[in-house]
């Protein structure tokens, strides 16, 4: 069995990632993986699709007709694109209606794998020391913190373990985003001083050849 403290840890990075990424997000990609998969809203998904590229390549083609010099032609792309129009509106509101349902299903497994299954954690294992520390190395009020609420003397709680791994992981994931920011500027601007470069030597050639 994994180490409760690398429990912790994995599990405590994982909300940092869902957190990050945002629950939207992960709503729209479990909705487009779920639609690819043979369920009862694949096909409504694939027909929802087809019915708007028809909508639309009827609205260019509606557009591209004069409404004067070719009325009955217009008029009769006009009834094709409000009949295809209707079909797509009432597939539309299924579909919405039905992913409001999955939302809220998705957001109530998301909750229990994460901040759920934190609590209960936290909560059963609360009497259990993960580790302890050596004895007289700090203070006793420390010790009495660090295994707070219910752990024994002495040793780190998994409250206080939660609280250390959350403050590593938030400082990690800061870290690496301003990196990554760094390395884009620094990208940008150097691809901005080669455009400048080039531009300097085109007007140099250019005086010379003059």
Known sequence: MPSLLLIVFCLQLFIHLVNTVGAPVINEFLWSLYNRLPTSTSADAKSQIKLQREVIRLKREMNATSSQDEFAKWAKIRRSHDKILAQYDEKTNNLKSFKSTFDRTVNALRWVGT??????????????????????????????LLAFPRAPTGSVSIQLWWIACATIVRLVGAAVVAA???VREQEQGGQKMKIGAGARGGKGEGKKEL
Request: glycine residues 6%; proline residues 9%.
């Open 180 to 182: 990554l920011v760094l």
């Open 115 to 144: 901040n759920g299954l934190r609590f209960f954690l936290q909560f059963w294992f609360s009497k259990r020391p993960l580790f302890w520390i050596p004895r007289n190395w700090v203070p006793g009020y420390v010790e009495w």
